[in-house]
């Protein structure tokens, strides 16, 4: 991954993130932190280490230091494993282009200490692991991409299923990012304006040119990944490749509709081309708004 666009990658995303939770993720609890809330006299049972010695010997009586306390953001990866992910007809695989976001938003997301967490789904073993701080977040980011995760409780087979999850699992507000190509019914509306209503959500969508229009070349065999259904067809009839384009327009427009409903921040990616580069560029703008 170039540094100059993960650096691009790192300052958008923390932006982005900053914007969305306010307070550069404080929060008004007094306790540790590095951020001085107020001195005040010295009672039974403080922490003698917090002592403020300069007051202190102002005052003749022990002050101790009060600090705000600082928690850490808690980004959440929504990741399809469906078997449609694995179509890809350009430069790569949906699944590659997933798992290459993942680990872009992943390796900015550890950053200063902020927590990584992981919901798989669309597959028979889906996986949850629980957020991890820091470089720990990462590895256990890359584990789960590279098959050999820890599960932590029971997963979700579908997107509605994995939006459930991420709310039962999400207790503090924080950052949902939802990976996946966003095929089949749209049935996943209100757990999504449920998660919405306590987090930020950006959707993260994955196509492949094919899935938009085909090419005249003639009969071929069409094979739906998620039911194993296969369906021939004359790709040189132009009435049908229109009829087909048509359609997967409309199926589109439907998805981003009930994306932007809910409020939720919506970018879509390509198997062709370079996507990195792209989701920077959305993320600039969103921050521009």
Same mark, same amino acid.
């Given at each position: /991954?170039?540094?100059?666009?993960? *650096? ?31 001195? !005040? ?13 300069? &007051?202190? =010997? ?8 009060? $600090? ?6 808690? %980004?959440?990866?929504?990741?399809? =494993?469906?078997?449609? /992910? ?6 790569? !695989?949906? @699944? ?5 976001? @993942? ?18 789904? +669309? ?9 991890? $701080? +820091?470089?720990?977040?990462?590895? +256990? ?8 995760? #820890? ?5 979700? %087979?579908?997107?509605? #299923?994995?939006? /459930? ?17 966003? !095929? +089949? ?26 899935? $938009? ?13 998620? %039911?194993?259904? $296969? ?10 490749? #229109?009829?087909?384009?048509?359609? @997967?327009? *409309? ?5 981003? @509709? ?21 989701? &920077? ?9």
């Amino acid at each position: /991954m170039p540094g100059e666009i993960l *650096r691009a990658l790192d300052l958008t995303v923390r932006r982005k993130v900053e914007s969305l939770v306010p307070g550069d993720h404080r929060t008004s609890v007094l306790g540790p932190g590095t951020e001085l809330a107020q001195v !005040r006299p010295y009672v039974p049972g403080d922490d003698v280490r917090l002592i403020d010695w300069n &007051v202190t =010997a102002r005052t003749g009586e022990p002050h101790v230091r009060v $600090q705000v306390a600082e928690r850490a953001l808690t %980004t959440w990866l929504l990741l399809d =494993a469906s078997p449609s /992910m694995s179509f890809g007809t350009a430069d790569r !695989r949906k @699944a590659d282009v997933a798992e290459g976001v @993942a680990l872009a938003i992943g390796h900015v997301a550890t950053r200063r200490g902020n927590r990584l967490g992981l919901v798989t789904y +669309g597959v028979r073993e889906p996986r949850s692991l629980r957020p991890l $701080q +820091g470089r720990r977040g990462l590895l +256990g980011l890359l584990s789960t991409l590279r098959g050999e995760p #820890e599960p932590d409780g029971a997963g979700a %087979t579908s997107l509605g #299923e994995a939006l /459930m999850r991420a709310g039962s699992l999400a207790v503090q507000r924080g950052l949902v990012v939802v990976i996946s190509d966003f !095929r +089949g019914p749209i049935d996943w509306e209100l757990p999504l304006l449920r998660l919405r209503s306590r987090h930020a959500v950006i959707a993260v969508e994955v196509r492949d040119p094919r899935e $938009q229009a085909l090419p005249a070349v003639g009969d071929l065999w069409l094979v739906d990944p998620e %039911t194993g259904r $296969q369906l021939r067809v004359d790709t040189n009839s132009r009435k049908l490749r #229109e009829r087909f384009a048509a359609r @997967a327009a *409309r199926e589109r427009e439907a998805l981003a @509709a009930a994306l932007h409903s809910a409020g939720v921040d919506h970018v879509v990616l390509s198997t062709a081309g370079d996507w990195l580069r792209d989701l &920077v560029t959305f993320l600039r703008r969103e921050r521009r708004r």
